[in-house]
T-cell receptor, first 115, second 116 residues
Framework: EPEVTQTPSHQVTQMGQEVILRCVPI?????FYWYRQILGQKVEFLVS????????KSEIFDDQFSVERPDGSNFTLKIRSTKLEDSAMYFC?????????????FGNGTRLTVT | AQKITQTQPGMFVQEKEAVTLDCTYD???????LFWYKQPSSGEMIFLIY??????QNATEGRYSLNFQKARKSANLVISASQLGDSAMYFC?????????????FGQGTELSVKP
């Protein structure tokens, strides 16, 4: 069964450094998402992406964050200057449609630790 | 604004028994989908079951069923014949059909522990 893949599974970085989290969505999916989950807390929406542009972003997704689909397969999340509070699990997800009957398929996540 | 509420932070169930995880939602849209995801301790998010707002029958997927009560805006997950491997965090989520980006909004989650 096709799946969303994320790399790396764990990233440790120092405060102020830039990080890029990578995702390969399911190949025929058109809609892409990033979510984050601070340890033990709820899963929070960051951004949705379709047709090479952001469809919607949350208040969390400020100027420090950016997303890109550099080629036909990868979807990346960049954090320009990491803060301690960016430590979280970051999930990439993709969906075939935006319709309410189409689930989001999630990757296994990247655990980001900012020291 | 859409909102999902899961009022049970933690639940215990005996192996082989059934358990119900509660979920209520709020939306002004008429068309939406409700989803349940399982998150084991390893961290991945696994899609379990879906219910559409216009579906008249409750969704079922193997041991999972969704008790959908539209008037009460509730979408409870029922797990029958619990197994030790069902121990995990469970999230209820909603997706509005006409939301521009199609995002899912999640509840706070319920941690289920299955006792042998």
């Amino acid at each position: 069964e096709p799946e969303v893949t994320q790399t790396p599974s764990h990233q440790v970085t120092q405060m102020g450094q830039e990080v890029i989290l990578r995702c390969v969505p399911i190949s025929n999916h058109l809609y892409f998402y990033w979510y984050r989950q601070i340890l033990g807390q709820k899963v929070e929406f960051l951004v949705s992406f379709y047709n090479n542009e952001i469809s919607e972003k949350s208040e969390i997704f400020d100027d420090q964050f950016s997303v890109e689909r550099p080629d036909g397969s990868n979807f990346t999340l960049k954090i320009r200057s990491t803060k301690l509070e960016d430590s979280a699990m970051y999930f990439c997800a993709s969906s075939l449609r935006t319709g309410g009957d189409s689930p989001l398929h999630f990757g296994n996540g990247t655990r980001l630790t900012v020291t | 604004a859409q909102k999902i509420t899961q009022t049970q932070p933690g639940m215990f169930v005996q192996e082989k028994e059934a358990v119900t995880l509660d979920c209520t939602y709020d939306t002004s849209d008429q068309s939406y989908g409700l989803f349940w995801y399982k998150q084991p301790s390893s961290g991945e998010m696994i899609f379990l079951i879906y219910q559409g707002s216009y579906d008249e029958q409750n969704a079922t997927e193997g041991r999972y069923s969704l008790n959908f009560q539209k008037a009460r805006k509730s979408a409870n997950l029922v797990i029958s014949a619990s197994q030790l491997g069902d121990s995990a965090m469970y999230f209820c989520a909603m997706r509005e059909v006409y939301n521009q980006g199609g995002k899912l909004i999640f509840g706070q989650g319920t941690e289920l522990s299955v006792k042998p």
